[in-house]
T-cell receptor, first 114, second 114 residues
Framework: DAGVTQSPTHLIKTRGQQVTLRCSPKSGHDTVSWYQQALGQGPQFIFQYYEEEERQRGNFPDRFSGHQFPNYSSELNVNALLLGDSALYLC?????????????FGQGTRLTVV | AQSVTQPDIHITVSEGASLELRCNYSYGATPYLFWYVQSPGQGLQLLLKYFSGDTLVQGIKGFEAEFKRSQSSFNLRKPSVHWSDAAEYFCAVGVSGGSYIPTFGRGTSLIVHP
């Protein structure tokens, strides 16, 4: 079992650019949640996808959007990047939305905006 | 809204010594409570969880935590720390019957001296 896999591992982008991060959930999981972890902070919930729809959303602007595919994998898109978007982006998968608190986390994508 | 406070940003212990990491939560009803560990360059791993019942919860890697409603606390303990326990530890609270999305504290960095 490969667990939750995220790609790429690291990414450097310029302000104003757009970025797409990818996540493959743990085998058997159908729900994907995305978190942003700024340096020295705990993860903050961005949104959750289940049955290819955004089910819940945290306090993040519309520049943050996502998608879930029929195979349950997911993408996180961020438009018009700001320096403050630099962070570790974590993907977590679970079996159903109610499993979100016991989700399995990927190793994350480190995004640096310059 | 629920919140979590981890009052200690850094904790330093000697290998073999006991450990207690503090966590206080704010929520009106009985919360779900969690402790996660994040090793350098890794995602989060669930150490233990409290939903209901016995207030002393056993987790993986020899950790335990005690839920104290009167103190709104959920402190993490380990009787003898190993050098491999050096990591970032996050306490999180989830809302029972709610969104199930955990709200994380800012974390406590554990440093282990040989």
């Amino acid at each position: 079992d490969a667990g939750v896999t995220q790609s790429p591992t690291h990414l450097i982008k310029t302000r104003g650019q757009q970025v797409t991060l990818r996540c493959s959930p743990k085998s058997g999981h159908d729900t994907v949640s995305w978190y942003q972890q700024a340096l020295g902070q705990g993860p903050q919930f961005i949104f959750q996808y289940y049955e290819e729809e955004e089910r819940q959303r945290g306090n993040f602007p519309d520049r943050f959007s996502g998608h879930q595919f029929p195979n349950y994998s997911s993408e996180l898109n961020v438009n018009a990047l700001l320096l403050g978007d630099s962070a570790l982006y974590l993907c977590a998968s679970s079996l159903g939305p109610k499993g979100a608190a016991e989700a399995f986390f990927g190793q994350g994508t480190r995004l640096t905006v310059v | 809204a629920q919140s979590v406070t981890q009052p200690d940003i850094h904790i330093t212990v000697s290998e073999g010594a006991s450990l207690e990491l503090r966590c206080n939560y704010s929520y009106g009803a009985t919360p779900y409570l969690f402790w996660y560990v994040q090793s350098p360059g890794q995602g989060l791993q669930l150490l233990l969880k409290y939903f209901s019942g016995d207030t002393l919860v056993q987790g993986i890697k020899g950790f335990e935590a005690e839920f104290k409603r009167s103190q709104s606390s959920f402190n993490l303990r380990k009787p003898s720390v190993h050098w491999s326990d050096a990591a970032e530890y996050f306490c999180a609270v989830g809302v029972s019957g709610g969104s199930y999305i955990p709200t994380f504290g800012r974390g406590t960095s554990l440093i282990v001296h040989p």
